[in-house]
Antibody, heavy 112, light 106 residues
C-alpha cells in the first residue's frame, strides 16, 4: 500500500522559505496526482496544489505567487516550497496521493 | 472558489442515536466527499463521490445529496464515531473543504 511521509523543518522564520519533502513508498509518483494540503491551528483545511504524473502542476490561486511544487522521480519524492512565509502560514502540512492516502503530517511554525 | 458551509459546528450524540451532518455549497457541485479526522491523525477519506463508503467504513454511515445540499448520516452512533468530519468538493478548482463538524459522544 502507498505510504507518504512528510519531512522538513518545524520552525521557519518570517520572510523565509518553507521547504518540505514528501517521500513516497509503495507507488510511483509518475502515476496519479500528488497533493499538498495544510490544516491551520483553527482546524481549517486548505488545498495548496498538486504535481501530476507528468510533472504538470496546479497551485491554489490564493498561493500562486509564493508556491512551488517539484519532484525527483529518481528518489520518488516531491517537494513543497512556500516563499515569504508569515505567521499565518503556521499549520500542519500534509502530502496526499489523490485524496485517498495521506501522510501523517508535519507541523510547521513560523516565528522569529 | 466554492464555499462549503457545514452544520452543526459541534454536536453530541448518545450511543444508538441517529446523526446527520449537512454541507451546503455556494454553487452546485457534482459530488461531495467526506473525511473523518481524529486528534493526532491525518484526515481519512470516509465517503467519496457523495455516497460511496471508503474501504473499511462501517455500513452505518451513508452519504447523500445533490447540487448544493449534501449530508452524511450515521444510522446509530457508536463511540468510535466521535471525530471531526469535513466535507470537500473537487468539482471546481481549487478543491475546498467545509469548516468541520466535531461530533462528540454524549
Amino acid at each position: 500500500e502507498v505510504q507518504l511521509q512528510e519531512s522538513g523543518p518545524s520552525l521557519v522564520k518570517p520572510s523565509q522559505t518553507l521547504s518540505l519533502t514528501c517521500s513516497v513508498t509503495g507507488d510511483s509518483i509518475t502515476s496519479g496526482y500528488w497533493n499538498w494540503i495544510r490544516k491551520f491551528p483553527g482546524n481549517k483545511l486548505e488545498y495548496m496544489g498538486y504535481i501530476s504524473y507528468s510533472g504538470s502542476t496546479y497551485y491554489n490561486p490564493s498561493l500562486k505567487s509564493r508556491i512551488s511544487i517539484t519532484r525527483d522521480t529518481s528518489k520518488n519524492q516531491y517537494y513543497l516550497q512556500l516563499n515569504s512565509v508569515t505567521t499565518e502560514d503556521t499549520a500542519t502540512y500534509y502530502c496526499a496521493r489523490e485524496h485517498s492516502h495521506w501522510g501523517q503530517g508535519t507541523s510547521v511554525t513560523v516565528s522569529s | 472558489q466554492i464555499v462549503l458551509t457545514q452544520s452543526p459546528a459541534i454536536m453530541s450524540a448518545s450511543p444508538g442515536e441517529k446523526v446527520t451532518i449537512t454541507c451546503s455549497a455556494s454553487s452546485s457541485v457534482s459530488y461531495m466527499h467526506w473525511f473523518q479526522q481524529k486528534p493526532g491523525t491525518s484526515p481519512k477519506l470516509w465517503i467519496y463521490s457523495t455516497s460511496n463508503l471508503a474501504s473499511g467504513v462501517p455500513a452505518r454511515f451513508s452519504g447523500s445529496g445533490s447540487g448544493t445540499s449534501y449530508s452524511l448520516t450515521i444510522s446509530r452512533m457508536e463511540a468510535e464515531d466521535a471525530a471531526t468530519y469535513y466535507c470537500q468538493q473537487r468539482s471546481s478548482y481549487p478543491p475546498t473543504f467545509g469548516a468541520g463538524t466535531k461530533l462528540e459522544l454524549k
